[in-house]
């Protein structure tokens, strides 16, 4: 059974860091691509990362690029989203994704964890 | 402003059928097929329904299709249930930096 467990969130202060980890099992994890989406509260799901299943590429959003960076460890089968220089418009949930084949097509979605930025 | 246009919500009764609509443009929706539509309950993760335009992960019910016609995809649900009461959002592969993108997101009502 595939899983993908978040964890990392919270509460952070504008301008902090935090780094979001996403544990994943049941499938081959250093075959697949991953991402990460957000969805801010009471808002609709926006894409913020992805990763390919080597980790030598990299995508972002316009709106986190500079800010994130996505990694991920094979040997650990762990995906991580490390967000710098936060702002109020970060908080949301953010959801890690197992990516099936191409993009957009995000087969498993983790429970999601929450980021709140406030002061 | 989302990259792609859902109607905000649809509204239907049990047992009928309803079509909910994605516009893009040629950078996404209308020049690949590659996309995709979510169900997402209230509180709970996504769930993928559609996949590379019109096809079905296993496990989801075959009332569920997809299509697309010119920069305009469309997820239609036959059968109406009372399940299906959910938020729905289209995404695409872009040829812009940003790789991805979705729609705003339309909330289905089962009368």
């Known amino acids: 059974e595939v899983q993908l467990v978040e964890s990392g969130g919270g509460l952070v202060q504008p301008g902090g860091s935090l780094r979001l980890s996403c544990a994943a099992s049941g499938f081959t994890f250093s075959s697949c691509a991953m991402t990460w989406v957000r969805q801010a509260p009471g808002k609709g799901l926006e894409w913020v990362s992805a990763?390919?299943?080597?980790?030598?590429?990299?995508y972002y959003a316009d709106s986190v690029k500079g800010r994130f960076t996505i990694s991920r460890d094979n040997s650990k089968n762990t995906l991580y989203l490390q967000m710098n220089s936060l702002r109020a418009e970060d908080t949301a949930v953010y959801y890690c994704?197992?990516?099936?084949?191409?993009?957009?097509?995000?087969?498993?979605w983790g429970q999601g964890t929450p980021v709140t930025v406030s002061s | 402003q989302s990259a792609l246009t859902q109607p905000a919500s649809v509204s239907e009764s049990p047992g009928q059928s309803i079509t909910i609509s994605c516009t893009g443009t040629s950078s996404d929706v209308g020049g690949y097929n590659y996309v995709s539509w979510f169900q997402q309950h209230p509180g709970k993760a996504p769930k993928l329904m559609i996949y590379d335009v019109s096809d079905r992960p296993s496990g989801v019910s075959n009332r569920f299709s997809g299509s697309k016609s010119g920069n305009t995809a469309s997820l239609t649900i036959s059968g109406l249930q009372a399940e299906d009461e959910a938020d729905y959002y289209c995404s695409s592969y872009t040829s812009s930096s940003t790789l991805v993108v979705f729609g705003g997101g339309t909330k289905l009502t089962v009368l």
């Open positions: 994704a197992k990516v099936r084949s191409y993009y957009p097509t995000f087969d498993y």
């Open positions: 990763i390919s299943a080597s980790g030598g590429s990299t």
